[in-house]
């Protein structure tokens, strides 16, 4: 499976972007999306997940309220609508696919990987 971003670029803060992510090659295989993302220096950490199957959806406490997960099952793509960005949220953001669902996220367990893509967020 392969997994390509785009959406990312340089924003202001209380400015909107929107993330897609879509997949390639053996999709039957994804169980749930997710978006991750990674401030230099920091871990890697999980943003929002969305379960293939039944669309249940789960966020980190920081964007909930801002950010939007969503998907196309017909398409393959994965999508972050990011509303009210802040500085904070400066990272750049990785698409991310499970074979066994949503769940593994919080373990680490991550299958596929996308090559990310930088969203800046100047105040």
């Known amino acids: 499976v392969q997994l390509v971003e785009s959406g990312g670029g340089f924003v202001h803060a209380g400015d909107s972007l929107r993330l897609s992510c879509v997949a390639s090659?053996?999709?039957?295989?994804?169980?749930?999306m997710g978006w991750f993302r990674q401030i230099t220096g920091k871990e890697r950490e999980l943003v929002a997940s969305?379960?293939?199957?039944?669309?249940?959806?789960k966020y980190v406490d920081s964007v909930k309220g801002r950010f939007t997960i969503s998907k196309d099952n017909a398409k393959y793509e994965v999508y972050l609508q990011m509303n009210t960005l802040r500085p904070d949220d400066t990272a750049v953001y990785y698409c991310?696919?499970?074979?066994?669902?949503?769940?593994?996220?919080?373990?680490?367990?991550?299958?596929?990987w996308g090559q990310g893509t930088q969203v800046t967020v100047s105040t």
């Open positions: 969305i379960d293939w199957r039944n669309g249940q959806v």
């Open positions: 090659g053996r999709t039957a295989t994804i169980y749930a």
């Open positions: 991310g696919g499970s074979r066994i669902g949503p769940r593994l996220f919080d373990y680490g367990r991550v299958d596929y």
